[in-house]
């Protein structure tokens, strides 16, 4: 079971870029990595996904390092509503009906400061 | 707004009692998944379902059952409730089968056990 772990907080000023890691170390062969996002009183919303090198969309990049252990969430120039919480998923793969899991971490609390 | 709807948004009961949670997933898509989000555990994973059949199953309590009607909304039965179930209940929808594709999630069930 892929179990992943982020830091529980940071804090960031505005206009900065943040990189938030999660660590995925028993990440299997067919598992993609995606990060989410969630403002309080809300569902996690879908940020970024990505399986190795790097993806970026018009919100965010995606780091992951060749063996695929870890990956970064790059956020630039964070302003004050970007203040939430961001998980990282590691889904594992399918090999049949019933026999994978789904793996959040706890997230990461990040703080923008004006 | 993610299209996912969940009724109702607050459910207040006592210990021993059963609730049905009730998720509409997107339109178009198929999957849907269940999570329990409490401040100790963070987002767990309970269970997928893909056009009605179970998919993949996660940290579900065997006194928790669900499951996805033909016209794909599904609902989420707990049963026998104690304290400690008291979370957020969280649907989400995907269109495909495999638990690493963006999910989509609604805005919760909040669930207090009195």
């Known amino acids: 079971l892929a179990k992943t772990t982020q830091p529980i907080s940071m804090d960031s000023y505005e206009g900065q870029e943040v990189n938030i890691t999660c660590s995925h170390n028993?990440?299997?062969?067919?598992?993609?990595i995606t990060w989410y996002q969630q403002f309080p009183s809300q569902g996690p919303r879908f940020i970024i996904q990505g399986y190795k090198t790097k993806v970026t969309n018009e919100v965010a990049s995606l780091f992951i390092p060749a063996d695929r252990k870890s990956s970064t969430l790059s956020l630039p120039r964070v302003s004050l509503s970007d203040t939430a919480v961001y998980y990282c998923l590691v889904g594992e793969g399918a090999s049949g009906a019933g026999s994978y899991q789904l793996t959040f971490g706890k997230g990461t609390k990040l703080s923008v400061i004006p | 707004d993610s299209g996912v709807t969940q009724t109702p948004k607050h459910l207040i009961t006592a210990t021993g009692q059963r609730v049905t949670l009730r998720c509409s997933p997107r339109?178009?898509?198929?999957?849907v998944y269940w999570y329990q989000q409490s401040l100790d555990q963070g987002l767990q994973f309970l269970i997928q379902?893909?056009?009605?059949?179970?998919?993949a199953k996660g940290n579900i309590l065997e006194r928790f059952s669900a499951q996805q009607f033909p016209d794909l909304h599904s609902e989420l039965n707990l049963s026998s409730l104690e304290l400690g179930d008291s979370a957020l209940y969280f649907c989400a929808s995907s269109a495909g089968d495999r638990g690493y594709q963006p999910q989509h999630f609604g805005d919760g069930t909040r669930l207090s056990i009195l």
């Open positions: 028993n990440i299997a062969t067919n598992d993609y």
């Open positions: 379902y893909y056009n009605g059949e179970e998919r």
């Open positions: 339109s178009g898509d198929l999957s």
